[in-house]
Nanobody, 124 residues
Framework: QVQLVESGGGLVQPGGSLRLSCAASGNIFKIIRMGWYRQAPGKERELVAV???????NYADSVKGRFTISRDNAKNTVYLQMNSLKPEDTAVYYC??????????????????WGEGTLVTVSS
């Protein structure tokens, strides 16, 4: 199983910056992909950015040029540096990790895991 601990959310003024972190722990054999999603009030959850084990990245068009995703493989941690924040970036941000991990059955499985979410509020 894999546990995810997120941090870094909070209140920031428009134009400001925040850095989110998500640390994965547990019986991890290999992390395939790490990413961030967000869900604003009344909207569906959407992809923000992902990074693969080969450091390939993909971003939502709405955040390109403003957000940067990175990972520290030694720490099993993914980061999201968010600059030039806008009020429309306000949402709960969720960490997502796809990993091959040990299971209670004893058979490793490739599964997607979600963090509990961290609130980012952009407001003056």
């Amino acid at each position: 199983q894999v546990q995810l601990v997120e941090s870094g959310g909070g209140l920031v003024q428009p134009g400001g910056s925040l850095r989110l972190s998500c640390a994965a722990s547990g019986n991890i054999f290999k992390i395939i992909r790490m990413g961030w999603y967000r869900q604003a009030p009344g909207k569906e959850r959407e992809l923000v950015a992902v990074i693969t084990s080969g450091d390939n990245t993909n971003y939502a068009d709405s955040v390109k040029g403003r957000f940067t995703i990175s990972r520290d493989n030694a720490k099993n941690t993914v980061y999201l540096q968010m600059n030039s924040l806008k009020p429309e970036d306000t949402a709960v941000y969720y960490c997502n990790v796809e990993a091959l991990a040990g299971q209670p059955t004893g058979v490793p499985m490739l599964k997607a895991y979600w963090g509990e979410g961290t609130l980012v509020t952009v407001s003056s």
